[in-house]
């Protein structure tokens, strides 16, 4: 193979055409490119390229401008006239202001002086800053916008400065002809193009026209424009009539000095056919009860949002309630105390928890302290046949008086023991006084009267107002007891009772309610724990029949409008009886309420909640709603 074929022709280099002794004699155009960008550099820039890049400094000759030429040559153009002006006077920067929709630019003056056009706009803007600051301007010309398509801002009356507004918008052009939703802002047909501010207008009538503003609001708006002005215009007829008696009430109010909170206002009674019942979420949904809630109640006093939780785990809970969180307070542990009956003390100091013991405990809420009572209180109360001491050996039936003074206590054979507690219910220093005896066994009791304060602890003999104590016999015997002679001053038979399980009063006395053994309530007035009446039974204002089972629960609203009853041997057994009507509520609770077999119920003492413990562990707890309207009527 020859040589010549296998080797591969070097590729020949382009090279560009050759030069020539006239373009050898012409600059490039690169170099008059950088001669025109080395006069066009003022003396600062100069001296920044020499610290940066250690190029010579050189000030430039001549303060004119120097140009260069196309063959090389320098040349120095002479001053215009514009040396002496500031840059603020030689560029005039158009943004279209909301305010300005047309700078106009004239000539430059001399040093020092401003054009026609720049002082007019200053003094637009001057104008417009006394009448932002409510000063009225001395003299004010409207001058027309050249451009139909710009729309002033002064047309959108707003009352506080944007927060942030856009230069662009007002240069911006709508079509309303194009977009079929635009056409509804148009208001003629030929209508079409429109600028951006006023297009946001059109849209914020539109917006308006839509939604209307409250009355409310157009009246908060007309008195912050014209705070010092009594006629406040309104855009209609129903707003104008009650800014107007709004007005006249605050004028009423601020000219007097008489109470805010009208007391004379007599309070709204609750419908008796509906009641109006929201539910919440647990009221120990932070510290759930691992046995059945037996007792349940709330604090006596209204402005403390506490309930306590007790039952036969051993602990007594207390909840913090606010109807969302309900956190928890405080857990205390009763060692060998199966709590059954847990109550506050009326002054609220302290806790009482009693059960199948014979002893009891209270707890002091302000230093957290236990203190059992002593045991054998009374031993030797109850004697046998053989003259042998038998000893109670519980407490689950035990009541303070309505001052806490005085603790009765159930016991056996139909005796009924009274004891004398402590500051604030403490049972370290308690001591029984005496002891009341029926004819049958005793099955509950109940406080009739208040304490008449005359130094004796147990009540005002002879005096106007007396302590008397209700006691109910498994029979329906009622017997009602002179604390202070301690002897009985009445008796009486419910004869439609078949077995009394549960007796409660309410109003301040104005209510007792008896529940049987056979679901029956009878509710009757204060007479039938009057001492004063000698009649040998009472009738009943209305007999209750909607349940069929034992009642256990019976508790009144601190309102004394609502009465709810309960039976803890069938689930579901709950009922809330209308008190002035005496009817019972057809709407709650329903099948569907979860409610459990129910073992303890209560109100608080602003009425505002209610709340239920079953078998489950859970305290529901429910919102009445009726308690934001209805005060106490007692």
């Given amino acids: 193979m020859n040589s010549s074929q296998t080797r591969r022709p070097n590729k020949r280099r382009k090279y560009g055409p050759k030069e020539t002794s006239a373009s050898r004699s012409k600059p490039p155009a690169a170099t008059s490119k950088r001669l025109q960008d080395e006069t066009e550099k003022d003396d600062e820039e100069r001296r920044l390229e020499s610290l940066l890049f250690g190029t010579p400094f050189s000030a430039s000759a001549d303060k004119g401008k120097q140009k260069a030429s196309i063959d090389g040559t320098i040349s120095v153009v002479e001053n215009s006239g514009l040396d002496g002006l500031a840059d603020s006077e030689l560029f005039v920067a158009d943004f279209a202001d909301d305010d300005d929709a047309v700078v106009a630019q004239d000539k430059p003056g001399k040093d020092g002086e401003r054009s026609q056009s720049t002082s007019d706009s200053d003094s637009d803007s001057d104008s417009e800053t006394e009448a932002d600051a409510g000063i009225q301007p001395s003299s004010s010309k409207a001058t027309p916008s050249a451009n139909p398509l710009v729309w002033s801002s002064s047309k959108i009356s707003t009352s506080k400065p944007s927060a942030w507004s856009d230069p662009s918008d007002a240069a911006a052009v709508i079509s309303l002809k194009e977009d079929k939703r635009l056409r509804k802002l148009r208001d003629a047909p030929e209508d079409d193009q429109i600028g951006g501010l006023q297009y946001e207008a059109k849209l914020r009538q539109q917006f308006e026209k839509i939604n209307p503003a409250p009355a409310w609001a157009v009246a908060a708006r007309d008195k912050l424009r014209n705070p010092n002005s009594k006629q406040k215009r309104r855009r209609s007829s129903s707003s104008s009539q009650s800014s107007s008696d709004e007005e006249k009430d605050i004028e009423d109010l601020l000219h007097s000095t008489g109470s805010i909170v009208n007391s004379d206002r007599r309070p709204t009674l609750l419908p008796p056919t509906k009641l109006d019942i929201l539910g919440l979420r647990d009221a120990n949904q932070t510290g759930r009860s691992e046995s059945e ?177 209700m006691t109910v016999s498994n029979e329906g015997q009622v017997y009602l007891w002179d604390v202070g002679s301690r002897r009985c001053v009445r008796t009486w038979t419910d004869d439609s009772m078949y077995g009394a399980s549960k007796v409660a009063r309410g109003g301040l006395g104005k209510y007792f309610a008896f529940g049987s053994k056979t679901g029956i309530v009878n509710v009757y007035s204060d007479t039938a724990g009057s001492s004063e009446s000698h009649l040998a039974s009472e009738t009943p204002l209305k007999t209750i029949q909607n349940l069929v089972n034992p009642i256990s629960s019976i508790r009144f609203d601190p309102s004394c409008q609502i009465m709810a009853m309960a039976s803890k041997y069938k689930p579901g057994q709950l009922r809330m009886v209308h008190l002035p009507s005496l009817t019972v509520f057809a709407n709650w609770p329903t099948t569907s309420t979860p409610l459990g077999v129910v073992m303890s119920v209560d109100f608080s003492a602003g009425s505002e909640y209610f709340a239920v413990g079953n078998n489950r562990g859970r305290v529901l707890l429910y919102n009445l709603k009726h308690s934001a309207r209805v005060n106490s009527i007692y």
């Fill in 293 to 469: 809630v037996s007792s349940v109640r709330f604090h006596p006093s209204p402005t403390v949002p506490v309930l306590l939780t007790a039952g036969s785990d051993q602990r007594l809970r207390l909840f913090n309630i606010d109807g969302l969180t309900n956190p928890i307070l405080q857990t205390i542990h009763t060692p060998n105390l199966p709590i059954t009956n847990a109550q506050f003390h009326p002054s609220g100091q302290s806790v009482l928890l009693t059960g199948a013991r014979p002893y009891f405990i209270t707890y002091d809420l302000q230093s957290g302290a236990t203190t059992e009572s002593p045991r054998g209180l009374w031993s030797s109360s109850s004697v046998t046949e053989d003259g042998k001491a038998q000893g109670d050996r519980s407490m689950e039936i035990a009541k303070f008086s309505d001052d806490g003074k005085l603790l009765a206590v159930g016991g056996r054979g139909g005796y009924v023991h009274l004891l004398q507690c402590g500051a604030g219910g403490s049972g370290a220093s308690a001591q029984v006084i005496t002891s009341l005896k029926m004819n049958r066994p005793l099955k509950d009791l109940e406080w009739c009267g208040s304490y008449g304060g005359s130094g004796n602890a147990l009540g005002d003999v002879g005096g106007s107002r007396r302590l008397e104590l």
